[in-house]
């Protein structure tokens, strides 16, 4: 209501004050505002009368005296009323110049260098963050491996440069799987960033993709990400991610993690198969020695699935397997 | 109240009988004190001519070294004694490698002597000396502190007493200055990072599914429901004991700082939060405590056992310690993570027992700025005599709420109960349209309610007299009782998650603008706290009055507490020319971005 009243003073420019004039006179109970208008009272012409013995029954003279309680005012203008029990105006603001005033005393070419580092640093400055999740030795079925994955932030609050990276491999043989990613990523929302970049692959096959996609904070706490990608070859594929930190003690903290891997097609190359490619399920407990840094122990079983599968058991492999972990998780 | 004794001869009886007290008039007041192990005077500084320096410095806390920025060698810096109608020439060295600045928090002054650079003038460059110079027109309890970088983080901070020009309305026996702070070993870049890293990086009382199986703090049902709202009811401070201890005038727990009293003297303690992030709960166990100045003038008094102080608060009391003992001063963080312990003894070398901490609070659904309709119901019946009688208001059980915190709830509350309770944590369509959708806002309060008829989180269940804002009622009729000619509504925006804030969702890098104000004009800002995080508004240059139902003789302050999910009010006349910072006083709150440039214009001037 005000807000209209206001827009409409804003409209009609130079008759504002005739308008807020009016407006007055429309209230119920005029009776001080016609001896001293806000407007007056602003320019310092007049002030509101000041108090009298209130005349509010749940406030009597005796006690206010006291300083027991404060008469109410019976309306919107009570004829006793001062200084905070007045209702406001709705007077227009003034329009906003620009915050130079200090040039005036010590010169804009003073002013304006430090003027600019004030507003940067108040909300404008850029930070970052190295993650790495996943840093652990692993033993599945007499075999024993290694797996990596890492992100790292550079940037302010809205706009942040993302590079991440994962891999797995298995002691005295090749890396088995390798990817690098550098995203452009731009908060959304409170929780969401949209991303943009590329991905390289380096093992089993070297490969680029363009990649996209969401990742944030979800309703219950769940981190998700949502990425796709599209190579170079024209290969579609998707992967979906969600973790939980399930604090068991302020530093004991378990954490479930799922992932699934998604084709449009099938990728020989790689082993994948078209359609849902495999998922994964972890469970990592960890110790926060400090925040950025907590050794943890883990059970990760992992299933490649239709046809994947059957590229799979095609090479001799087993599409699914159940592993042990023992990592680190640190930060800086 | 009546405080007639008089202090000199008082204390030259004292001198005569040749008791501890004997040594009182050889320190200056500030110094009336000591500790058990080390006894160090704090020194003072006087007259028209004051030199400051600031400069980096080792400290001792705890028993412990650490690296500070301090001035004069001090940390807190030295007392800054003045008298209301002096004159003062302040010549501040800055030895840093980096650009400096002292604001004096709460003076009345010319607006390009107020110390903020980048908007009051340009600073003070490394390794040179600015000149302040301003009359002092006031008294009372302030103080200064840096306003670059985040150096008051460091220790670049100190009082201000202002002696008045006639008699001290408030006389007491003797007086203490009791400055509150946080120190951290942590740079404070090292801190602003891990708060941009992990906002929850400092909070290690977060619930936990061992507290839930012995059945504390939520039930299940509440935590499911407060996580799909991704809302931490554990978030009470950003930065905690964790990595802070709490200081009484520099000095940790460990050090037991001491200030001395002679058994039923008036003494005067002049409180000063001048931490960077933490809201303490003050109280001294065993004596009643009589609040008789806030943020530097007269309220009338208002006696109770527990008082909270906001970030840059400053609160005056009075303390009648009957008995030959000690007391423990305990200033508990609002999170009760820590606290910050001092002695009051009749002799250096006392102890006094220390109460343990308190449990820390929750977050409820107030705090989320779901008002509460019992809350509302009840401002909205204020013109009803039995909503608040006679009897309950003189209990400070309430008062009878300002008209246009009437209008303004009756209106939203009414949207809301129309609507099937469906209190979305991020609805626009309640806010003005000045508030921004950006990433900054997290949650936007549904159905905010003025809080200043509350002590503040953690304090309505401890089962004793705790101030809050509508006790505080000023001693003077206010100088401007006109009313506002128009009403601003600001809103308090954040995200936890990102560590994100701003006033209306704007950043103080991203805003264009400045708040424009006309010389002379009245005008009522209603502060409208969307985050579930308290914050203590500090508007330079100007006093405002609270809107806490008191008509005329409303408190008039230089910070306010905003609670959180909640609204304060308060008058102002913008009667002082220039641009001016008006910020939230949580440091790396304001770093963030909780920070807007205030400018007073006369009128019709268009710059």
């Known amino acids: ?332 | 109240m009546n405080f007639t004794v008089d202090r000199r001869r008082l204390l030259r009886t004292a001198a005569l009988t040749g008791s501890s007290v004997a040594l009182a008039p050889l320190f200056p007041a500030w110094a009336q004190s000591g500790t058990s192990g080390l006894v160090r005077a704090l020194p003072e500084v006087s007259g028209e001519d004051i030199r400051l320096r600031i400069a980096h410095q080792m400290i001792t806390i705890d028993g412990r070294a650490s690296h500070a920025i301090g001035i004069n060698g001090t940390v807190p810096g030295p007392l800054i004694r003045l008298k209301e109608g002096q004159n003062v020439r302040l010549y501040v060295e800055n030895t840093l490698d980096e650009d400096s600045s002292i604001h004096w928090h709460g003076l009345i002054l010319p607006f390009h002597m107020d110390g903020v650079p980048g908007i009051s003038y340009p600073g003070i460059k490394p390794r040179s000396t600015f000149t302040y110079e301003f009359p002092i027109l006031q008294a009372g309890t302030y103080w200064y502190h840096s306003h670059s970088g985040l150096q008051e983080q460091m220790g670049h901070y100190g009082p201000i007493v202002i002696d008045p020009a006639g008699t001290d309305p408030v006389q007491a026996d003797r007086e203490h200055v009791i400055v509150l702070s946080d120190y951290s070993p942590l740079h404070p870049h090292t801190i602003l990072k891990k708060l941009k890293q992990m906002g929850g990086y400092f909070n290690f009382q977060k619930q936990t599914l061992a507290d839930q199986l012995r059945g504390q703090n939520q039930s299940a049902g509440e935590r499911a429901e407060w996580g799909a709202m991704r809302m931490d009811p554990t978030d009470i401070a950003d930065v905690t004991g964790s990595t802070y201890t709490y200081l009484v005038n520099g000095h940790g727990p460990k050090d037991n700082w001491t200030a001395l009293f002679a058994p039923g003297e008036k003494v005067r303690l002049r409180f000063v939060n001048a931490s960077a992030m933490t809201t303490f709960n003050v109280r001294i166990p065993g004596l009643k405590i009589t609040i008789v100045q806030a943020d530097g003038l007269p309220v009338r008094p208002v006696t109770i056992d527990e008082f909270q102080i906001a970030v840059a608060e400053t609160y005056d009391a009075i303390i009648e310690p009957a008995d030959d003992r000690a007391y423990a001063l305990v200033a508990e963080s609002v999170d009760r993570s820590g606290m910050a312990v001092a002695t009051f003894a009749p002799r250096v070398g006392m102890v006094a027992e220390v109460p343990s901490i308190r449990k820390r609070p929750l977050a409820d659904m107030k705090d989320m700025g779901m008002g509460d309709m019992g809350g509302a119901m009840a401002g909205m019946d204020h013109g009803a005599p039995d909503a608040c009688t006679p009897e309950h208001a003189a209990m400070g059980h309430c008062a009878p709420a300002a008209p246009m915190d009437h209008g303004a709830m009756d209106h939203a509350t009414m949207d809301h109960g129309a609507a099937p309770m469906d209190h979305s944590m991020r609805d626009f369509s309640v806010v003005p349209d000045t508030v921004k959708k950006t990433p900054t806002v997290q949650t936007i309060s549904p159905m905010p309610v003025d809080r200043t008829g509350e002590p503040g989180q953690g304090l309505d269940t401890v089962g004793h007299d705790v101030l809050v804002y509508r006790d505080l009622v000023a001693v003077d009729r206010n100088p401007d009782v006109r009313a506002p000619s128009r009403e601003l509504e600001l809103h308090l925006t954040g995200n936890m998650e990102r560590y994100m804030w701003a006033f209306d969702g704007e950043k103080f890098s991203e805003v264009k603008d400045p708040i424009p104000f006309i010389e002379g004009e009245r005008v009522r800002v209603k502060l409208v706290n969307d985050t579930m995080m308290a914050h203590p508004i500090h508007l330079h240059g100007h006093f405002f009055e609270l809107v806490t139902g008191h008509g005329d003789h409303a408190p008039r302050k230089h910070t306010v507490n905003v609670q959180p999910g909640g609204t304060a009010t308060f008058d102002f006349t913008a009667d002082a020319l220039g641009d001016w910072a008006f910020h939230c006083h949580m440091l790396y709150h304001m770093h963030a971005g909780m920070m807007q440039t205030v400018t007073v214009r006369p009128r019709g001037e268009q710059a």
């Open chain 1, 1 to 332: 209501m005000i807000r209209f009243a206001l827009t409409a003073m804003l409209l009609a420019a130079g008759a504002a004050p005739a308008l807020a004039q009016h407006e007055h006179h429309a209230d119920p109970d005029p009776a001080p505002a016609m001896q001293c208008t806000p407007e007056h009272a602003t320019m310092g012409h007049c002030a509101i009368p000041p108090e009298e013995a209130p005349a509010d029954p749940a406030c009597p003279p005796e006690h206010a005296a006291m300083g027991h309680c404060t008469p109410s005012p019976a309306g919107p203008v009570d004829p006793q009323a001062s200084g905070t029990a007045l209702p406001a105006g709705d007077a227009p603001p003034p329009p906003a110049p620009r915050a130079n005033y200090a040039d005036r005393i010590w010169g804009s070419e003073a002013m304006a260098p430090v003027r600019d580092a004030l507003r940067r640093e108040h909300g404008g400055a850029s930070f970052s963050q190295i993650m790495i999740d996943i840093a652990e030795l692993q033993v599945r079925q007499g075999r024993e491996g290694y797996r990596w994955e890492g992100e790292g932030w550079f940037g302010g609050d809205i706009n942040r440069l993302v590079i991440k990276t994962e891999g797995e491999g298995s002691f005295g043989e090749a890396i088995e799987d390798a990817e690098v990613q550098a995203l452009y990523s731009r908060a959304i929302g409170p929780y969401f960033n949209l991303q943009g970049g590329v991905r390289q692959d380096i093992e089993p096959a070297s490969r680029t993709y363009a990649a996209f996609g969401v990742e944030g904070l979800a309703p219950y706490w769940f981190e998700v990400e949502a990425h796709g990608f599209v190579s170079t070859g024209g290969d579609v594929l998707a992967r979906l991610a969600a973790s939980y930190d399930q604090r068991i003690t302020q530093r004991l903290i378990l954490q479930p993690r799922a992932e699934f891997n998604f084709a449009a097609q099938d990728v020989r190359a790689s082993g994948i198969g078209s359609g849902l490619s495999d998922a994964e399920f972890d469970l990592r407990l960890r110790y926060e020695i400090v925040r950025e840094f907590a050794p943890y122990i883990g059970i990760s079983h992992s299933a490649k699935l239709g046809r994947t599968a059957d590229f799979a058991r095609a090479a001799g492999e087993d599409p699914t397997g159940t592993s042990f972990m023992v990592g680190v998780r640190a930060w800086f």
